[in-house]
């Protein structure tokens, strides 16, 4: 059965990894042979997602760490290296959203969006990279957004960095191709995750109210599950997608073809 792991003998580093994606993407990944390392603020559900990998027989740390500054990114990549010794997978998941429009957006709201979404992929890539080429091998997966290829209503800020995340990832993907590592973009639509419950509250509506009309907006007549864009990332971090390199993979039920 192990010798069918997809990631055996690899190391990962999921940034959000306590809940929503980033959580059953750490559960995914270590069921599939990964030794995993996850980032969060709340000390308490990495806790749990360490415990639940654990008692499945997997490998796992987490690091309380805020990736909007460098000194912390810095930590976290060498922690990960100090405890495990490699770093094959960085799955830049974290993120935050406030629906606004560019009238009612704060530059509090627009700058913690940027800095987290954006330029906390962009650091913790900067000091992943150097321990990748070294090895010259490694896989950077970053968390973009249905929104960072098309628009969406009331969501100015999330869509400025989703969208930069989808031209970082194909900026770094060129810069590094030759050095054996591959950069790519997953893109969700609608995943039912205490993100997208936060938007129904910040929106002022019922989770129920909010669900209803996710669905019917959507081709498919559903919303994501994070295990099925946990199943899309493994794709993108295993052997099975050795020839993608700058791409965008869009898993979002249709709602960018509609």
């Not at 930590?75 to 495990?84: D, L, P």
């Not at 490699?86 to 974290?94: E, P, Y």
């Not at 090895?135 to 989703?162: L, M, T």
Request: proline letters at 3%; a negative charge.
């Amino acid at each position: 059965m192990e010798d069918n792991m997809k990631l055996k003998d690899k190391v990962a580093l999921i940034t959000g990894g306590n809940s929503g994606i980033g959580k059953a993407t750490a559960i995914l990944f270590a069921k599939e042979g990964a030794r995993v390392c996850i980032t969060g603020r709340n000390e308490n559900r990495c806790e749990e997602v360490v415990k639940e990998i654990i008692d499945g027989g997997g490998q796992a740390i987490y690091i309380i760490a805020d990736i909007r500054f460098p000194d912390e990114c810095q930590s976290t990549v060498e922690k990960t290296m100090k405890a495990f010794e490699r770093l094959d997978i960085l799955f830049n998941n974290a993120g935050v959203y406030f629906p606004n429009t560019a009238v009612d957006c704060s530059e509090e709201e627009w700058d913690l969006t940027i800095d987290i979404n954006l330029k906390g992929t962009y650091l913790m890539s900067k000091f992943a990279l150097p321990h990748m080429i070294a090895q010259k091998s490694g896989v950077i997966i970053n968390n973009g957004s249905g929104w960072g290829i098309v628009g969406g209503n009331e969501a100015v800020s999330y869509c400025a960095s989703k969208g930069g995340v989808v031209l970082l990832t194909k900026a770094m993907a060129l810069d590094h191709a030759r050095q054996g590592i591959r950069v790519n973009c997953l893109c969700p639509g609608d995943v039912e995750t205490p993100m997208l419950g936060e938007d129904a509250r910040m929106r002022g509506m019922t989770w129920e109210e909010y669900h209803e009309q996710a669905v019917a907006q959507r081709p498919m007549g559903r919303i994501g599950t994070p295990g099925e864009i946990a199943k899309a990332a493994l794709f993108l971090a295993s052997d099975d997608s050795t020839f993608m390199t700058g791409a965008t993979l869009v898993v979002d039920g249709g709602g960018t073809a509609d």
